[in-house]
């Protein structure tokens, strides 16, 4: 209430996720010619929004203010909500987008939101530096960078880059507080990211186009360590565990005949943020165990395939159980990392389906993560 700039900002984030509830998708809400009304609403916020920061930041003492970083993050959430949506399939790319996209040209209009959303997730990111803004800075800023960290794990993954976050985590694991757990949680989901974004043996180019690059031993070995690094720091968050993190009673007779696949049962661990931090510590394992070099031999092969069905067993059982709006981003996410590791259609349908749980729990429109999930088990198979 004391910050024009800020609350414009969550009037234009309320406003475009407004859009997204099928209450507001009827034709009684459309404008003679052009999007709905709540996105037009969106539209007018967001631009007033990014004219009252470029005014402000003339004063030094704005420059430097919490209320800068918190509408920078919140900013940077409607970007990347236009950028879920410009995933999907016959999208006019986005609210920010549509002035400059008509309706025939889908894919400049997705390009141009998930640049929007590229600029801004960097843009926070120096204004926190320039603000000496950390995951340990205490207080409202301490909280802007973990919400920050976690849109930019989700970008740096999907665009195979390293996360533009440097800070480091200082505390042993074996001295983190049982309430801190989840945050090392997505820290380490981080560090998995980063691993798969410097695989040297994923892609090079080349005279014929993109191919596989070929590493000497002494590289392959620095690389198997680094995973071997990697997976020890999640094995030892996990010995870390206490009573808080226990799965409760959970009736299996809740879920049966829901989903097309019945391996994995139900796992329900309350409150629903330690749920989260599971199913991040999952993902992160999954990432690096598909990122390490392979292991030769039969025990080699049998490891790696029995931590990826344990980790995907844990993610989907999880989320069959969580329910809390808040956390349905981020548990869709490691369904989607989930989903890279299954061959058997029932357990893909299934993974659909609980995408569409959490799109449905809160509104935030997934179904650009089913269609990329359907392109890669369509490679897959080919």
């Not at 709540?38 to 009252?52: G, S």
């Not at 995951?135 to 390293?162: H, K, M, N, T």
């Amino acid at each position: 209430m004391r910050n024009e700039g800020l609350m414009k900002a969550i009037l234009a984030l309320s406003a475009r996720y407004a859009a997204e509830s099928p209450s507001h998708a009827t034709p009684a809400v459309m404008t003679p010619a052009g999007p709905p009304a709540h996105i037009n609403l969106a539209m007018q916020y967001y631009y007033e929004t990014l004219h009252y920061v470029s005014t402000a930041l003339h004063q030094q003492s704005y420059a430097h203010s919490e209320e800068l970083l918190a509408t920078a993050l919140v900013i940077s959430t409607y970007e990347m909500l236009d950028a879920a949506r410009a995933d999907g399939p016959g999208s006019d790319g986005g609210s920010s987008s549509s002035s400059s996209s008509s309706s025939t040209e889908p894919e400049r209009g997705g390009r141009a939101a998930l640049s929007n959303w590229q600029r801004h997730l960097k843009g926070v990111f120096w204004i926190q530096r320039s603000q000496n803004v950390n995951g340990a800075s205490g207080g409202l800023r301490q909280a802007v960078w973990w919400a920050w960290l976690q849109q930019d794990i989700w970008a740096a993954f999907r665009e195979r880059r390293r996360c533009f976050s440097f800070w480091t985590w200082k505390t042993p694991i074996r001295q983190v507080p049982q309430h801190d757990l989840p945050a090392l949680s997505m820290y380490l989901l981080r560090e998995a990211v980063n691993y798969c974004a410097d695989d040297p043996t994923t892609t090079a180019t080349g005279a014929d186009g993109v191919v596989p690059r070929v590493l000497d031993a002494d590289a392959l070995r620095r690389r198997a360590e680094l995973g071997a690094e990697l997976m020890a720091k999640l094995d030892e968050w996990q010995a870390c565990l206490g009573s808080d993190f226990k799965p409760l009673p959970s009736s299996a007779a809740t879920v049966s005949g829901k989903y097309p696949c019945s391996a994995w049962a139900p796992i329900w661990v309350h409150p629903p943020r330690l749920a989260v931090a599971l199913q991040a510590h999952s993902f992160a394992r999954i990432l690096v165990c598909l990122h390490e070099p392979p292991t030769s031999g039969f025990h080699g092969f049998l490891r790696k395939k029995r931590i990826l069905a344990n980790e995907v067993a844990t993610i989907c059982g999880l989320a069959m159980e969580l329910t809390d709006k808040g956390c349905q981003i981020v548990s869709a996410q490691c369904l989607f990392g989930a989903g890279l590791c299954v061959e058997d259609r029932a357990q893909q349908d299934t993974i659909l389906s609980l995408i569409d749980e959490c799109e449905a729990r809160c509104g935030w429109p997934m179904s650009g993560l089913r269609e990329d999930l359907r392109k890669e088990w369509s490679r897959a198979v080919a």
